[in-house]
Nanobody
Framework: QVQLVESGGGLVQTGGSLRLSCILS????????MNWFRRAPGKQREFVAQ???????NYADSVKGRFTISRDIAKNTVYLQMNSLQPEDTAVYYC????????WGQGTQVTVSS
């Protein structure tokens, strides 16, 4: 059974950085399309970043140049490095894996203070 566990969220000031981690168990991340989504208060969940099984990456326009998605296959972990954080980045961040089925983590809170 595939499970995803996120970590690394927290409170940071505007302009600061955080790195989120997502460990996948029950599978190998290099066979999944791995995504980060986020849900801000009062808003719908939105796509943030993606890394595919062939190591291609995609980003939402709102985070391009500030966020970087990467993976460590040996650790079965996907990361989201977030730099130049802004208050509008405040959200619960979710790790998502897809390979025929959708799998979601429980989410980790990121709060950016102004």
């Amino acid at each position: 059974q595939v499970q995803l566990v996120e970590s690394g969220g927290g409170l940071v000031q505007t302009g600061g950085s955080l790195r989120l981690s997502c460990i996948l168990s029950g599978g190998s991340i290099n066979t999944y399309t791995m995504n980060w989504f986020r849900r801000a208060p009062g808003k719908q969940r939105e796509f943030v970043a993606q890394i595919t099984s062939d190591d291609s990456t995609n980003y939402a326009d709102s985070v391009k140049g500030r966020f970087t998605i990467s993976r460590d296959i040996a650790k079965n972990t996907v990361y989201l490095q977030m730099n130049s954080l802004q208050p509008e980045d405040t959200a619960v961040y979710y790790c998502h894996a897809y390979r025929s089925y959708n799998y979601w983590g429980q989410g980790t809170q990121v709060t950016v203070s102004s």
